[in-house]
């Protein structure tokens, strides 16, 4: 019995260095569940699930572009130009395919515009991205106004209220797209070409990758999924709403770092930012649920990241 004691107590510790940002969520969620009476509800853990879809799905693109040696800070305002632009057509047309269609038209076309100004080009990718960022802001306030997008079809509100399983539909959406993505880089030649250009652009051209068709498709495939996202978001809020991704560029990037991606390339891993999205995801859930004040939580986030990122990614558990 000791042996066997010994054994199982060597491997829960080597599964608690490996993985430790999971014990910090398990420790939160306990914490939090003993403070507040209304956080280990239902009712919470479904708003919770929902309201971090978006950035789940945001954050999954991010963490491609990380892997692949590059950065988007246009993510957050494509949500809001795509969100924008499907809420209009949906308006327009009562029909959710072409809102979607519309959404993934106006991502593909931003992530299509970084990736020929980096990949082809060779902009720098902070400065190009950062263009972008100003252009889909602009554009998801002119079109609208600056007011939500209102009239959008009743499906969209059934979406949002959607239980699966005891889980929003939405955050099952935000899954499938986190599995699909992870299936993409783990397991295929592109995937594996990702992580290469990512770790040393010269020797993946070495190795005869083309690292411009590299570049291009991340930054699609980032501008694709946040176009998805501002669907997502407006089936959360009921509304297109044209400001909706102004704060989610720094908790995105901050669930990515704690994720365990790095931000210097060719390390890291798709499925792990679902840590990072879930840590948090639990300690904003669990500080409003307390009545800590927003700048408060501002603060406990950041360091939280800088945590993160000053331990170069031990927290979130890619290295043994």
């Not at 003993?34 to 708003?47: D, G, I, Q, V």
Request: charged share 10%.
């Amino acid at each position: 019995m000791s042996v066997q004691s010994d054994q199982l107590a060597a491997r829960l510790k080597a599964w608690t260095l490996r993985y430790p940002s999971v014990i910090v969520v398990v420790l939160l969620l306990v914490t939090f569940s003993l403070m507040s009476p209304h956080f280990a509800t239902r009712t919470n853990l479904e708003a919770t699930l929902a309201a971090n879809s978006v950035i789940l799905i945001g954050a999954v693109g991010m963490t491609v572009v990380f892997i692949g040696g590059g950065i988007d800070l246009s993510v957050s305002t494509v949500i809001s130009a795509g969100a924008v632009v499907s809420g209009i057509v949906m308006a327009e047309t009562q029909s959710v395919a072409l809102g979607v269609a519309a959404a993934i038209g106006v991502g593909a076309g931003f992530g299509l515009l970084n990736g020929v100004l980096i990949g082809i080009f060779g902009l720098t990718p902070f400065i190009t991205t950062m263009g972008t960022q100003l252009i889909a802001r602009g554009l998801a306030f002119i079109l609208s106004g600056g007011i939500a997008v209102k009239d959008t079809p009743d499906a969209m509100f059934d979406l949002g209220f959607a239980v699966f399983l005891g889980i929003p539909v939405i955050a099952w959406i935000a899954v499938a797209i986190l599995v699909v993505v992870a299936t993409a880089v783990g397991l295929t030649t592109w995937g594996r070409d990702v992580v290469l250009c990512g770790a040393s652009r010269r020797a993946a051209r070495y190795a005869g990758i083309e690292t411009r068709k590299i570049d291009l498709s991340i930054y699609l495939l980032s501008g694709v999924l946040a176009g998805l996202a501002g669907v997502v978001s407006i089936a959360n809020l009921g509304n297109a709403i044209p400001g909706v991704g102004d704060t989610l560029l720094l908790i995105t990037i901050g669930a990515v770092v704690l994720g365990g991606t790095s931000m210097n390339g060719g390390e890291g891993s798709v499925s792990r930012t679902l840590i990072g999205v879930a840590l948090l995801a639990t300690l904003t859930s669990g500080l409003n649920l307390l009545g800590i004040p927003f700048y408060d939580q501002l603060v406990v986030q950041g360091v939280l990241i800088f945590l993160g990122a000053a331990l170069g990614g031990r927290l979130a558990g890619y290295r043994a």
